[in-house]
Protein backbone atom coordinates (compact mmCIF):
# COMPACT_ATOMS: atom_id res chain seq x y z
CA UNK A 1 0.00 0.00 0.00
CA UNK A 2 1.86 2.78 -1.33
CA UNK A 3 -0.52 5.73 -0.50
CA UNK A 4 -0.10 8.59 -2.99
CA UNK A 5 2.63 8.65 -5.14
CA UNK A 6 3.89 12.19 -7.15
CA UNK A 7 6.39 11.33 -10.03
CA UNK A 8 8.47 13.47 -10.43
CA UNK A 9 9.78 14.49 -7.65
CA UNK A 10 12.13 17.26 -9.07
CA UNK A 11 11.88 18.97 -12.39
CA UNK A 12 13.44 22.32 -14.01
CA UNK A 13 11.65 23.53 -16.90
CA UNK A 14 12.47 26.78 -19.49
CA UNK A 15 10.00 29.07 -19.53
CA UNK A 16 7.04 28.18 -21.61
CA UNK A 17 7.80 24.39 -22.05
CA UNK A 18 5.21 22.09 -20.70
CA UNK A 19 4.22 19.47 -18.63
CA UNK A 20 2.41 16.84 -16.75
CA UNK A 21 2.97 16.04 -12.81
CA UNK A 22 1.20 12.88 -12.24
CA UNK A 23 -0.63 11.97 -8.70
CA UNK A 24 -1.75 8.12 -8.26
CA UNK A 25 -3.69 7.05 -5.31
CA UNK A 26 -3.93 3.34 -4.35
CA UNK A 27 -7.05 3.77 -1.31
CA UNK A 28 -9.92 3.57 -3.77
CA UNK A 29 -10.41 7.62 -2.16
CA UNK A 30 -13.07 9.93 -4.53
CA UNK A 31 -11.49 13.16 -3.61
CA UNK A 32 -8.15 14.21 -5.08
CA UNK A 33 -6.36 17.31 -5.06
CA UNK A 34 -3.61 19.69 -6.04
CA UNK A 35 -1.61 21.87 -4.03
CA UNK A 36 1.09 24.35 -4.27
CA UNK A 37 2.79 25.66 -1.48
CA UNK A 38 5.09 29.10 -1.82
CA UNK A 39 7.77 29.89 0.58
CA UNK A 40 6.22 32.27 3.42
CA UNK A 41 2.94 30.46 2.95
CA UNK A 42 0.49 27.44 3.31
CA UNK A 43 -0.85 25.16 0.78
CA UNK A 44 -3.15 26.79 -1.72
CA UNK A 45 -5.59 25.08 -3.73
CA UNK A 46 -5.58 24.61 -7.22
CA UNK A 47 -7.83 22.06 -8.62
CA UNK A 48 -9.81 19.32 -7.23
CA UNK A 49 -12.21 16.20 -8.41
CA UNK A 50 -14.74 14.86 -6.33
CA UNK A 51 -14.97 11.83 -8.87
CA UNK A 52 -13.58 9.95 -11.40
CA UNK A 53 -14.28 12.08 -15.26
CA UNK A 54 -14.63 15.22 -12.73
CA UNK A 55 -12.70 18.18 -12.24
CA UNK A 56 -13.00 21.91 -10.58
CA UNK A 57 -11.04 24.80 -9.73
CA UNK A 58 -9.71 26.17 -6.82
CA UNK A 59 -8.12 29.16 -5.41
CA UNK A 60 -5.36 29.52 -7.35
CA UNK A 61 -6.31 27.69 -11.22
CA UNK A 62 -4.99 29.81 -13.76
CA UNK A 63 -2.15 28.38 -15.81
CA UNK A 64 -2.95 25.38 -15.00
CA UNK A 65 -5.02 22.41 -16.18
CA UNK A 66 -6.24 19.08 -14.66
CA UNK A 67 -7.72 15.29 -15.97
CA UNK A 68 -8.99 12.61 -13.75
CA UNK A 69 -9.86 9.95 -16.24
CA UNK A 70 -8.89 7.14 -14.05
CA UNK A 71 -10.30 6.91 -10.40
CA UNK A 72 -6.94 6.38 -9.42
CA UNK A 73 -5.15 8.94 -11.37
CA UNK A 74 -4.96 12.87 -11.21
CA UNK A 75 -2.96 14.71 -13.57
CA UNK A 76 -1.70 18.29 -13.30
CA UNK A 77 -0.64 19.86 -16.91
CA UNK A 78 1.22 23.16 -17.15
CA UNK A 79 0.73 24.10 -20.87
CA UNK A 80 3.44 27.47 -20.93
CA UNK A 81 5.36 27.43 -17.97
CA UNK A 82 6.20 30.84 -16.20
CA UNK A 83 8.78 31.63 -13.44
CA UNK A 84 5.56 32.44 -11.45
CA UNK A 85 4.74 28.67 -11.35
CA UNK A 86 8.06 27.78 -9.70
CA UNK A 87 6.76 26.07 -6.26
CA UNK A 88 6.28 22.59 -4.33
CA UNK A 89 3.17 20.81 -5.78
CA UNK A 90 1.44 18.24 -3.50
CA UNK A 91 -1.13 16.26 -4.66
CA UNK A 92 -3.54 14.74 -1.96
CA UNK A 93 -6.45 12.30 -1.31
CA UNK A 94 -9.22 11.61 0.90
CA UNK A 95 -12.34 9.54 0.82
CA UNK A 96 -14.40 11.68 3.26
CA UNK A 97 -12.88 14.46 5.61
CA UNK A 98 -8.51 13.34 6.18
CA UNK A 99 -6.46 14.56 3.16
CA UNK A 100 -3.77 11.95 2.64
CA UNK A 101 -0.70 13.85 1.00
CA UNK A 102 2.07 12.79 -1.56
CA UNK A 103 5.70 13.81 -0.93
CA UNK A 104 5.66 16.99 -3.41
CA UNK A 105 6.94 17.74 -6.69
CA UNK A 106 9.36 20.52 -6.71
CA UNK A 107 9.63 22.62 -9.80
CA UNK A 108 11.66 25.10 -10.94
CA UNK A 109 11.12 27.23 -14.16
CA UNK A 110 13.46 29.76 -15.41
CA UNK B 1 -14.37 33.12 1.51
CA UNK B 2 -12.84 31.29 4.63
CA UNK B 3 -9.52 32.10 5.74
CA UNK B 4 -7.25 31.18 8.34
CA UNK B 5 -4.60 33.05 10.22
CA UNK B 6 -1.42 31.61 12.14
CA UNK B 7 0.23 34.64 14.07
CA UNK B 8 2.93 33.21 15.40
CA UNK B 9 5.72 32.70 12.18
CA UNK B 10 8.12 31.19 14.68
CA UNK B 11 8.31 29.34 18.33
CA UNK B 12 10.59 27.69 20.34
CA UNK B 13 9.77 25.17 23.64
CA UNK B 14 12.65 23.71 25.46
CA UNK B 15 12.41 19.85 25.44
CA UNK B 16 9.60 18.38 27.74
CA UNK B 17 7.99 21.39 28.02
CA UNK B 18 4.81 22.53 27.14
CA UNK B 19 4.12 25.14 23.64
CA UNK B 20 0.86 26.29 22.47
CA UNK B 21 0.36 27.48 18.71
CA UNK B 22 -2.29 29.51 17.75
CA UNK B 23 -4.89 29.39 14.68
CA UNK B 24 -7.93 31.70 13.76
CA UNK B 25 -10.07 31.35 11.33
CA UNK B 26 -13.10 33.17 9.56
CA UNK B 27 -16.06 31.06 8.27
CA UNK B 28 -20.24 31.57 8.10
CA UNK B 29 -20.14 27.90 8.12
CA UNK B 30 -21.64 25.93 11.39
CA UNK B 31 -20.58 22.63 10.64
CA UNK B 32 -16.95 21.79 9.25
CA UNK B 33 -13.04 20.28 10.14
CA UNK B 34 -10.23 21.73 11.54
CA UNK B 35 -6.83 20.20 11.31
CA UNK B 36 -3.21 20.97 12.43
CA UNK B 37 -0.68 19.63 9.82
CA UNK B 38 2.87 18.57 10.68
CA UNK B 39 5.58 19.27 7.79
CA UNK B 40 9.38 18.52 8.99
CA UNK B 41 12.31 19.01 7.21
CA UNK B 42 11.04 16.02 4.30
CA UNK B 43 8.41 18.26 3.51
CA UNK B 44 5.91 15.49 3.87
CA UNK B 45 2.35 16.66 5.28
CA UNK B 46 1.31 14.47 8.11
CA UNK B 47 -1.73 14.83 9.93
CA UNK B 48 -0.88 15.83 13.56
CA UNK B 49 -4.80 16.19 15.15
CA UNK B 50 -8.65 16.93 13.68
CA UNK B 51 -11.41 18.35 15.38
CA UNK B 52 -15.19 18.15 13.85
CA UNK B 53 -16.57 21.62 14.80
CA UNK B 54 -20.25 20.02 16.02
CA UNK B 55 -18.28 18.50 18.51
CA UNK B 56 -17.90 20.32 22.02
CA UNK B 57 -15.27 18.45 23.43
CA UNK B 58 -11.34 19.01 22.15
CA UNK B 59 -9.90 16.47 20.79
CA UNK B 60 -6.45 14.80 21.69
CA UNK B 61 -4.16 12.59 20.29
CA UNK B 62 -1.29 10.92 22.72
CA UNK B 63 1.18 15.15 23.58
CA UNK B 64 -0.97 16.60 21.12
CA UNK B 65 -4.52 18.45 21.99
CA UNK B 66 -6.61 21.56 21.15
CA UNK B 67 -8.45 24.48 22.59
CA UNK B 68 -11.56 24.72 20.00
CA UNK B 69 -13.38 27.58 20.44
CA UNK B 70 -16.15 27.80 17.86
CA UNK B 71 -17.48 30.74 19.11
CA UNK B 72 -14.49 32.96 19.43
CA UNK B 73 -13.55 30.91 15.99
CA UNK B 74 -9.92 29.61 17.66
CA UNK B 75 -8.43 26.75 17.44
CA UNK B 76 -4.83 26.20 19.09
CA UNK B 77 -2.82 23.38 18.91
CA UNK B 78 -1.24 22.47 22.53
CA UNK B 79 1.98 19.93 22.74
CA UNK B 80 2.92 18.39 25.87
CA UNK B 81 6.13 17.24 26.83
CA UNK B 82 7.97 18.06 23.50
CA UNK B 83 10.65 16.28 21.88
CA UNK B 84 13.31 16.65 19.64
CA UNK B 85 11.38 15.66 16.89
CA UNK B 86 8.42 17.86 16.99
CA UNK B 87 10.63 20.12 15.87
CA UNK B 88 8.60 21.15 12.03
CA UNK B 89 6.12 23.94 10.65
CA UNK B 90 2.94 23.54 11.98
CA UNK B 91 0.13 24.49 9.50
CA UNK B 92 -3.52 24.64 10.89
CA UNK B 93 -5.85 23.89 8.24
CA UNK B 94 -9.88 24.43 7.78
CA UNK B 95 -12.39 22.41 5.89
CA UNK B 96 -12.58 20.02 3.35
CA UNK B 97 -10.86 21.42 0.63
CA UNK B 98 -8.55 22.78 2.69
CA UNK B 99 -8.03 26.31 3.56
CA UNK B 100 -4.16 26.44 5.19
CA UNK B 101 -2.90 29.16 7.38
CA UNK B 102 0.91 30.16 6.83
CA UNK B 103 2.20 27.95 9.21
CA UNK B 104 4.25 28.53 12.83
CA UNK B 105 7.86 26.78 12.64
CA UNK B 106 8.10 25.22 16.07
CA UNK B 107 12.01 24.70 17.15
CA UNK B 108 12.78 22.85 19.68
CA UNK B 109 15.93 23.37 22.19
CA UNK B 110 17.55 20.66 23.97
Known amino acids: NAGVTQTPKFRVLKTGQSMTLLCAQDMNHEYMYWYRQDPGMGLRLIHYSVGEGTTAKGEVPDGYNVSRLKKQNFLLGLESAAPSQTSVYFC?????????FGPGTRLTVT | AQTVTQSQPEMSVQEAETVTLSCTYDTSESDYYLFWYKQPPSRQMILVIR??????QNATENRFSVNFQKAAKSFSLKISDSQLGDAAMYFCAYGNKLVFGAGTILRVKS
Open chain 1, 92 to 100: ASSQITEQY
Open chain 2, 51 to 56: QEAYKQ
